[in-house]
């Protein structure tokens, strides 16, 4: 089965039309995900602007990531949870909007700098730790500030429909989304 299939079949599963067509299952979980997003993204940005030197200044950055730290990991788990149900309640819109699959190469990207400050940033804060963040920690605060912004954003905008595959669109639009061929 390719991957349209996989998405087709898992918007049929009754789990799926029954989180989709609930009062408040649905909308209760789609907050749970905006509180989320809340958690993980204002305490990776507070993190950033110390790094940039803009906030939190007199805290050492090894002290404020232990502070934080736990409280990000627990947006992540939350948000990834709730992103995952949302994505199950209406799978086949979601696979096939711009917007979402601009979200997944925005955390993709967000990934890959999160990596590379964890692996070769980060490496060295023991000398940095209590001062200035050098230039590589600030490139990386900056790339987290606009790449999680972007994906803020583009999530929400998943909610409307204005490029969505059953309304008439350009080939372009027709060709990021994957939509079916459709006759309009």
Known sequence: MDLEGTVAALAATPGSIALHESLYAYSFVETAHVLAIALFVGSIAMVDLRLLGVGFAATPVSQMTGRILPWTVAGF????????????????????SVWFRAKLVLLLVAAVNIAIFHLRVQRDQGRWDEGPAPRGAKVCAVLSLAVWAGVVVTGRMIAYNWFDCDRPQGALIQALAACPPTEF
């Open 77 to 96: 788990i939350l948000m990834a949870v709730t992103g995952l149900l949302l994505f199950y309640a209406i799978p086949e819109r979601t696979f096939h």
